[in-house]
């Protein structure tokens, strides 16, 4: 067993950059093959199946007192079902 990362902010950025990367990826031209460089990240994927994160992730809001983290809302579950994914993305 080992603990944990839990790097809020920098798991933030994980999932964003992988969601970046897969945007990169679509926009990428089909007749030339994806080249893969060192600045790539493995994109983040999910899927249809997972609900509650398709419909927890959107309503996420910057905290004004460090704009680079979410804030937690009191009592709103979206936050735990985000905590989730980051946590088992970063952690991975």
């Known amino acids: ?9 920098g798991g933030w950025r994980l999932m964003y950059n992988c969601w970046a990367s ?3 990826l679509r926009n ?3 007749d030339q093959p994806f080249l893969q460089t060192k ?4 994109a983040l994927f999910v899927s249809a199946a997972c609900v509650e994160a398709i419909s927890a992730i959107p309503m996420l809001i910057c ?9 937690k809302v009191e009592g709103a579950i979206e936050d735990d079902i985000a905590d989730c994914a980051r946590y088992g993305l970063k952690s991975y």
């Open 63 to 71: 905290d004004e007192d460090n704009p680079q983290d979410i804030k």
């Open 22 to 24: 897969a945007r990169r």
């Open 1 to 9: 067993m080992e603990r944990a990362d839990i790097d809020r902010v």
């Open 39 to 42: 600045e790539d990240l493995p």
């Open 28 to 30: 990428w031209p089909k």
